[in-house]
C-alpha cells in the first residue's frame, strides 16, 4: 500500500517558474526523502528530511516538513527543462524494518522551454 | 563506481516462460530492494534483504515469484510461470543498510518486462 500521496498528480510550468508539489502521509515517520525519475530510468534521490527536521535546502530544491499536519513539500526554483521528470516522496515508518521506504504515487512535472 | 547494475534491461517473452531478473548492487551497500513499477499501481516493493538474508517478502504477489541473494554482489529475481499480468518494469536499488546513517536507496535503470 501507498504511504504518501503527491499532489499535484500533474504539473506543467514554463521555464524559469517554481514548482511545488506536496506530499500527505498517514503515519508516523522516522524520515521523508523525495525522489525524481526521468522517463525510461531508474529514481534518483534528491533529498531526505528527517522527522525532527522542519526545512531542507539542496541548490534549486527546498523541502518542507510539517509533523503535524503529515505533510511535506518540495519546491524547485528557478526551473529548467532538465527538470521534466516524475516526483516522488518516500517514508520511512517509526515501525519499518530499518530501510524499508513506501513510495506515492507521484507528481509528473513538464517544464516548457 | 558504476552504480546498481540490472540485466537484462529489456525482456520479452511468451506466458508461461520462466523468467530471471538480475541486479548487481552497489559494492558495499548491505541492503538490497527489488520493485515492480506500473502504471496502475505505481511503485510497489516485492522483497528486500539485509546482509543477503530476506526481511519483508510481503510484496511478493504471489508463489510463482522467488527472489535470492547468494551472497553480496548478487540476486535475482524468478518469476516461474510468467502471465501477461506479470508486464512492468523491474527495478533493484541498494542502500548501505546500517543503522543510523541515511536511508537514501540507489536505484537501476531496471528491467523492462513484458509478458505475451
Known amino acids: 500500500s501507498q504511504q504518501g500521496e503527491e499532489d499535484p498528480q500533474a504539473l506543467s510550468i514554463q521555464e524559469g517558474e517554481n514548482a511545488t508539489m506536496n506530499c500527505s502521509y498517514k503515519?508516523?515517520?522516522?524520515?521523508l526523502q523525495w525522489y525524481r525519475q526521468n522517463s525510461g530510468r531508474g529514481l534518483v534521490h534528491l533529498i531526505l528530511?528527517?522527522?525532527?527536521?522542519r526545512e531542507k535546502h539542496s541548490g534549486r530544491l527546498r523541502v518542507t516538513l510539517d509533523t503535524s499536519k503529515k505533510s511535506s513539500s518540495l519546491l524547485i526554483t528557478a526551473s529548467r527543462a532538465a527538470d521534466t521528470a516524475s516526483y516522488f516522496c518516500a517514508t520511512r515508518g517509526e515501525t519499518d524494518s530499518w530501510g524499508k521506504l513506501q513510495f506515492g504515487a507521484g507528481t509528473q512535472v513538464v517544464v516548457t522551454p | 563506481d558504476a552504480g546498481v547494475i540490472q540485466s537484462p534491461r529489456h525482456e520479452v517473452t511468451e506466458m508461461g516462460q520462466e523468467v530471471t531478473l538480475r541486479c548487481k548492487p552497489i559494492s558495499g551497500h548491505n541492503s538490497l530492494f527489488w520493485y515492480r513499477q506500473t502504471m496502475m499501481r505505481g511503485l510497489e516493493l516485492l522483497i528486500y534483504f539485509n546482509n543477503n538474508v530476506p526481511i519483508d517478502d510481503s510484496g511478493m504477489p504471489e508463489d510463482r515469484f522467488s527472489a535470492k541473494m547468494p551472497n553480496a554482489s548478487f540476486s535475482t529475481l524468478k518469476i516461474q510461470p510468467s502471465e501477461p499480468r506479470d508486464s512492468a518494469v523491474y527495478f533493484c536499488a541498494s542502500s548501505l543498510g546500517i543503522a543510523g546513517a541515511g536511508d537514501e536507496q540507489f536505484f537501476g535503470p531496471g528491467t523492462r518486462l513484458t509478458v505475451l
Open positions: 503515519t508516523s515517520i522516522n524520515n
Open positions: 528530511i528527517r522527522s525532527n527536521e
